[in-house]
C-alpha cells in the first residue's frame, strides 16, 4: 500500500516550456487535490476532483491544467512554464471531501 | 486579515518542556479543524482533529474555542522528534476548500 505518490521528484525547467506532474493513489479515494506551496505561505489550492472525469478550479488555477481520466491518478499540466511557478508542488486524497487528506512527497519544480 | 492566522515562530524549546501555538481563523462558519504536522523537506502529514470538546493523544492536545475564532496545540514533555513544521488547518464547508495555516516551526533542543 504505497499511498499517495507523485512523479517527478524535482524537475528544472526553462521558461515556456511544458510538462506533466503525476499523481497516484492506491486508496480508493474519490477526492483528489493539487496545492502548491511557496515559503511563508500555506498550501494554495490549484485544482482538485470529486471523482473520475471531473475536475474543478481551486484559489490559484492560472496556467495550470489537470485531468481526472482515471480514478487513481490525477495529472497536473503546465503548458508552458513561468518562474512564478517555481514552487513545491503536492498532490493529496481524501475519502470525504475537505476532510482528512493524505499526501504525497511533493515535486520541487524550478523554473528558470 | 489571512483565512488562517499562525505564529511563525521558531519556537526554541529544550526537551522536556511545554509548548502551546495557537491559530486563529476568520470564517465564522468554518467546520471542521485540523493540526497537521511537516517535517523539513517533506509532505504534511495529519496530526489529530480538533473536536467542539477538546482531545487528546498521548503528549498532544487540541482544543478549539469557537467565540474566539481559535484553536490550540499544546505538547508536553518535548521530544527531539517533535522539531517540525505545524500547520493549522481549518475546513471551510461554505467555501467547499481547506484552508492551511503557514504553520509554526518548532524546535526542540536538548
Known amino acids: 500500500n504505497a499511498g499517495v505518490t507523485q512523479t517527478p521528484k524535482f524537475r528544472v525547467l526553462k521558461t515556456g516550456q511544458s510538462m506533466t506532474l503525476l499523481c497516484a493513489q492506491d486508496m480508493n479515494h474519490e477526492y483528489m487535490y493539487w496545492y502548491r506551496q511557496d515559503p511563508g505561505m500555506g498550501l494554495r489550492l490549484i485544482h482538485y476532483s470529486v471523482g473520475e472525469g471531473t475536475t474543478a478550479k481551486g484559489e490559484v488555477p492560472d496556467g495550470y491544467n489537470v485531468s481526472r481520466l482515471k480514478k487513481q491518478n490525477f495529472l497536473l499540466g503546465l503548458e508552458s512554464a513561468a518562474p512564478s511557478q517555481t514552487s513545491v508542488y503536492f498532490c493529496a486524497s481524501s475519502y470525504r471531501p475537505w476532510e482528512t487528506q493524505y499526501f504525497g512527497p511533493g515535486t520541487r519544480l524550478l523554473v528558470l | 486579515r489571512k483565512e488562517v492566522e499562525q505564529d511563525p515562530g521558531p519556537f526554541n524549546v529544550p526537551e522536556g518542556a511545554t509548548v502551546a501555538f495557537n491559530c486563529t481563523y476568520s470564517?465564522?462558519?468554518?467546520?471542521?479543524f485540523f493540526w497537521y504536522r511537516q517535517d523539513c523537506r517533506k509532505e504534511p502529514k495529519l496530526l489529530m482533529s480538533?473536536?467542539?470538546s477538546g482531545n487528546e493523544d498521548g503528549r498532544f492536545t487540541a482544543q478549539l474555542n469557537r467565540a474566539s475564532q481559535y484553536i490550540s496545540l499544546l505538547i508536553r514533555d518535548s521530544k527531539l522528534s517533535d522539531s517540525a513544521t505545524y500547520l493549522c488547518v481549518v475546513n471551510e464547508r461554505d467555501g467547499n476548500k481547506l484552508v492551511f495555516g503557514a504553520g509554526t516551526i518548532l524546535r526542540v533542543k536538548s
Open positions: 480538533v473536536y467542539s
Open positions: 470564517n465564522s462558519a468554518s467546520q471542521s
